[in-house]
């Protein structure tokens, strides 16, 4: 699939000429039938690349099913930038002008530096193809949070969706590929047939790991948290709007057009104990003097 939308997950097509044969690694159970369901594309991941290629192949007539872990989509705002050419594959669903209507007007294309919320930017670049049109496409990108796209997603196909669903295996066939899916809450397995899987699952995607793709790089550089909250900010923000201000003390993003803000930064080791509020306060700096109500605390 063309393009990255929304800069989040990753994706690997394993099909029946794959180079790299898909070894099971459980013994198979008799008593399982053959395969509870059979599809043409079978996709594990249900963020916004999962999500977009559900709503393409539905398009296209090709049979799907979705299956994520998770038991309903993500409440944490997560990727924030949806860049141009994501736009034209959504202007292809017909999706373009709700996204855009839901986000962040084009001047919040931009990145501003401070030494806190509250000083003057000691640096600042705009995001190219959000800040401004660029010529070579019809779209412009936008600044919206991961947690709004991704319901305007989910809703642009009728392809079957199976949440709290996590592939636990995977075995190759001559004519396709069977997984074995696990049932989050009650662990029932069920078994689908497919032409081809597409993997959707991220970072720490189970398909790469069993057809035994390695990484490259120095992996999990640090741990990271964000704080999803309500607070005040406009009086350093209105006038210098931005799609995230980092600072000294962590990054601080507003998450929607109507309002409600996320700070992110390092972990601190004593997270279980952690005073929110008063950590996200301190970081705005000594002189802002802002009431902070922390709404949803992600580790990651």
């Known amino acids: 699939m063309p393009g990255d939308p929304a800069g989040g997950g990753m ?5 029946r000429h794959s180079s790299r044969p898909i070894q099971a ?10 395969a509870d369901a059979e599809v043409d594309v079978l996709i594990v991941g249900g963020g ?10 539905d398009r296209w007539g090709v049979r799907t099913l979705l299956v994520e872990k998770h038991r309903e989509l993500s409440p944490f705002p997560r990727s924030r930038l ?10 292809q669903l017909g999706l373009a002008a709700t996204i855009a ?11 501003r530096f401070r030494d806190t919320l509250h000083d003057a ?4 670049a705009a995001m190219a193809g959000v800040n401004a049109p660029i010529p070579e496409s019809p779209v412009i990108g936008v600044v919206t949070s991961q947690d709004r796209l991704e319901p305007t997603l989910l809703s642009a196909s009728d392809a079957n969706v199976r949440f709290g669903s996590e592939l636990v295996d995977l075995a190759e066939e001559p004519e396709g590929v069977v997984a074995s899916l696990a049932d989050g809450q009650h662990g029932e397995k069920t078994r689908v047939r497919a032409r081809y899987v597409l993997a959707a699952d991220g970072a720490n995607s189970t398909i790469r790991q069993r057809l035994g793709i390695e990484t490259t790089g120095p992996g999990a550089m640090a741990d990271f948290t964000t704080v999803v909250f309500d607070a005040d900010l406009s009086r350093w923000s209105a006038r210098q709007p931005a799609g995230v201000y980092f600072t000294a003390h962590g990054g601080f993003a507003p998450l929607y057009p ?6 992110v930064g390092p972990t601190p080791e004593d997270a279980a104990r952690v005073d929110w509020s008063d950590l996200v306060s301190r970081a705005l700096g000594p002189e802002a003097d802002v009431r902070i109500e922390v709404l949803r605390v992600q580790h990651w």
């Open 258 to 263: 109507e309002g409600g803000w996320a700070w």
């Open 48 to 57: 916004p690349v999962g999500l977009t290629a559900r709503a393409l192949l």
């Open 121 to 124: 930017d000691f640096a600042t």
């Open 82 to 91: 949806v860049n141009t050419r994501s736009m034209e594959i959504f202007r």
């Open 11 to 15: 994706g690997w097509l394993a099909e």
């Open 101 to 111: 209507a839901r986000a962040f007007a084009p001047e919040f294309g931009r990145v």
């Open 25 to 34: 690694e459980q013994e198979e159970d008799p008593d399982m039938p053959v």
